[in-house]
């Protein structure tokens, strides 16, 4: 099982950014997919997750409205998506693996780290 | 919402049992999941559903939940082990994920 996430970004704020995570050698349409923030010298926090075989999302309420997720089963990717990013975006940002969603987060992706600054 | 608390750092030295609560109202009735965190890197899942441990992780790593308080158990802790540690939950009622705000082990 991987998850590979894409290559680090340097955006400026209120521009957009969707960043993706592919995961191979497992069936990708039936594990949900979490995002997973971590600000620099912080914790974790759980944003939201994914089902890609029918798009259930779930997201944290503190993360609703804030980010977008989807997926593509056709390329198994799951995707986390910023229409206007701020300063306070700035984080380090993993992809997971879950099978249902009391369970685990098995597999990690390496991480995408989001820099947002003017 | 759901929240879980654990203490910001624990130090142990080498050889010793360093233990993380995880407390949370009737955390007990929830399944708790514990990763670590090494510095740079992704973190990883050392025990699942409250005292499961995946493959590959050493047999030093243990962990039990009653009450308000979940508890990781990390015995003849090495040098190696020094790193952050997150508990987990599922919270039903806000239908999220959640962690802790992470504890540092510190191996003297």
């Known amino acids: 099982v991987q998850l590979v996430q894409s290559a680090a970004e340097i955006k400026k704020p209120g521009e957009s950014l969707k960043i993706s995570c592919k995961g191979s050698?497992?069936?990708?349409?039936?594990?949900?997919i979490a995002w997973v923030r971590q600000v620099p010298g912080k914790g974790l926090e759980w944003m939201g997750i994914i089902y890609p075989h029918d798009s259930d999302t779930r997201y944290s309420p503190a993360f609703q409205g804030q980010v977008t997720i989807s997926a593509d089963t056709s390329t198994n990717t799951a995707y986390l998506q910023w229409n206007s990013l701020k300063a306070s975006d700035t984080a380090m940002y993993y992809c997971?693996?879950?099978?249902?969603?009391?369970?685990?987060?098995?597999?990690w992706g390496q991480g995408t780290l989001v820099t947002v600054s003017s | 919402s759901f929240a879980l608390a654990q203490p910001p750092s624990v130090s142990v030295a080498p050889g010793q049992t360093a233990t993380i609560p995880c407390g949370g109202n009737d955390i007990g009735r929830k399944t708790v999941h514990w990763y670590q965190q090494k510095p740079g890197q992704a973190p990883v899942l050392v025990v699942h559903?409250?005292?499961g441990r995946p493959s590959g992780i050493p047999a030093r790593f243990s962990g039990s939940n009653s009450g308000n308080t979940a508890t990781l158990t990390i015995s003849g802790v090495e040098a190696g082990d020094e790193a952050d540690y997150y508990c987990q939950v599922w919270d039903i009622l806000d239908d999220s994920g959640i962690f802790g705000g992470g504890t540092k082990l510190t191996v003297l």
């Open positions: 050698a497992y069936s990708f349409s039936a594990f949900w």
């Open positions: 997971a693996r879950l099978t249902v969603t009391s369970n685990p987060l098995d597999y």
């Open positions: 559903d409250d005292s």
